[in-house]
């Protein structure tokens, strides 16, 4: 436990107590690394980070630190299919197969972009599973999807699309625009808007990175919770699903083994790099309307699904809704509006919009909790300050 940590950054003095749980974080709640930003009404009212980026505590961790939020990507990946779909580009609820022809196989036709989108298609991962050298191969990994069967019939049941989500969306926004998504973001959201966002990180910036720390192995947990290998269906194993999912996590291996490799792929749901006012622009950008329309952030909070039980997570984590690639905050677990959106990561990071109180927001970090995504305390202290502020809570 740190009795001290530095703190840098600014933070307005109505949200003095976002600072004060900002702190008690190092001191109570074992954090190493961190950083938290949050606009209101399109104003910058926090921006802070302390701690260390690393785990031998060398290098301060700094304003322009970037975190890995893994799962939190798929809330950047989202905005760019939403953003096509603003500007008439696509139609999320045509089948996948109109802009990806080969991903019509193996009984995929009526494959909508919006059942991937809300992890209803069945393409949780291939059937046949790959090595982690393969899968820099952008085409190899996605023609294994194309040719490989939905795990349950789309539409019937919710699962969620742990990495198989990033590519196959990816995939489309290449068909459509002759663009990797990596570079989509970059030229027609990041760099026009000035965010620190990146779904394929140049090597330039990887001094940047934040070390993660005790972050578990994929392998490490399937084998601790009894998971079988690749499963050939649902019914293998009472975890077959979330075995299939995070068995098709190449990104895991790849970034145990090669993390320079792994930093500059692009894995559209799984290894976004940002910092804490990267990710809490982002949000803002949707907060304020200058990424997507009214009526086009109206639809990605629709639900889909509502609380199904989820087939490759299991009910037990079933504390948020599904929206249109969103996480949807329809328990009130991150804040006591029901209708802000945004995305968890694995290991605690957060960023979510409230379009009601123009609120947008982001946490990272670097100590690794793997039971916590959208809920954890460490962020939720920080949100709870805000809301109260505003006098929401």
Known sequence: MTSTVLIGGSCDPRFGAVR????????????????VA???????????????????????????????IFSGSKGLTSTCLHLLADRGEIDLQAPVAQYWPEFAQAGKSDITVAMVLGHRSGVIAPRTRLHWSEVTDWDRVCDALAASEPWWKPGTAQGYHMVAFGFVLGEVVRRVTGRTIGQ??????????????????????????????????????????????????????????????????PDDELGSN??????????????????????????????????????????????????????????????????????????GVA???????????????Y???????????????????ATKCNADPRTTALSDEVYRVLGAL
């Open 184 to 249: 989509y973001l970059r030229t027609e959201i990041a760099e026009p808007m000035g965010i620190d966002v990146h779904i394929g990180l140049p090597a330039s910036e990887h001094h940047r990175c934040a070390e993660m720390i005790n972050k578990p192995h994929i392998r490490d947990v399937l084998a601790n919770g009894g998971a079988p290998g690749h499963p050939t269906s649902l019914d293998e194993h009472p975890m077959a699903g979330l075995s299939a999912a995070m068995g098709f996590v």
């Open 20 to 35: 004060a749980n900002f702190e008690r974080n190092f001191t109570h709640d074992n954090e190493v690394g961190a950083a």
């Open 258 to 331: 090669d993390i320079t490799t792994w930093r500059i792929a692009e894995f559209p749901g799984t290894n976004a790099h940002v910092s804490a006012l990267g990710l809490a622009t982002f949000y803002n950008g949707l907060a304020q309307e200058k990424v997507l329309g009214r009526e086009q952030l109206e639809r990605v909070r629709v639900s889909q699904g509502a609380f199904d039980p989820d087939v490759v997570l299991g009910p037990r984590v079933a504390d948020h809704g599904w929206g249109l690639g969103y996480m949807l905050n329809q328990r």
């Open 38 to 68: 949050v606009w209101v009404d399109g104003d910058l009212v926090v921006n802070l980070w302390g701690g260390y980026a690393d785990a031998k505590r060398r290098r301060p961790w700094r304003e322009n630190t970037l975190a890995s």
């Open 351 to 369: 960023g979510f919009v409230d379009l009601e109180h123009r609120i947008g927001y982001g946490y990272v970090m670097n100590y690794f909790d």
């Open 335 to 349: 804040g006591p509006n029901l209708r802000s959106f945004g995305h968890g990561g694995s290991g605690g990071s």
